[in-house]
Nanobody, 125 residues
Framework: QVQLVESGGGLVQAGGSLRLSCEAS??????????MGWFRQALGKEREFVAAISASTYVAASVKGRFTISKDNVKNTVYLQMNSLKPEDTAVYYC???????????????????WGQGTQVTVSS
């Protein structure tokens, strides 16, 4: 079993920045065995892929150039740096882990084996 705990959400004005963090843990969990990613779900909308990282990164077109995903293999933590935020970025952001896959595959399939509880990001205009 894998536990994912997100942090860093909050309220920010349009044009501002936030950094989300997700710490992964679990018995026999090995960070290197997983692609890690971020998804989001706005109120009344379907969940959508945002970004993923394995040996490489894969970022949704809607956030490319504004959002950056990175990871710290020592801390078992994945980050999502969000810059130039827009009101349409408002959503609950979920961390996800997908076993033995790539960032691109995770993004294309838009699915994962494990999910965090989510953190709210609200961007005011």
């Amino acid at each position: 079993q894998v536990q994912l705990v997100e942090s860093g959400g909050g309220l920010v004005q349009a044009g501002g920045s936030l950094r989300l963090s997700c710490e992964a843990s679990g018995r026999a969990f090995r960070f290197s065995n997983y692609a890690m990613g971020w998804f989001r779900q706005a109120l009344g909308k379907e969940r959508e892929f945002v970004a993923a990282i394995s040996a490489s990164t894969y970022v949704a077109a809607s956030v490319k150039g504004r959002f950056t995903i990175s990871k710290d293999n020592v801390k078992n933590t994945v980050y999502l740096q969000m810059n130039s935020l827009k009101p349409e970025d408002t959503a609950v952001y979920y961390c996800a882990a997908d076993f033995q896959t790539t960032a691109q595959r995770m993004g294309v399939r838009a699915s994962a084996d494990y999910w965090g509880q989510g953190t709210q990001v609200t961007v005011s205009s």
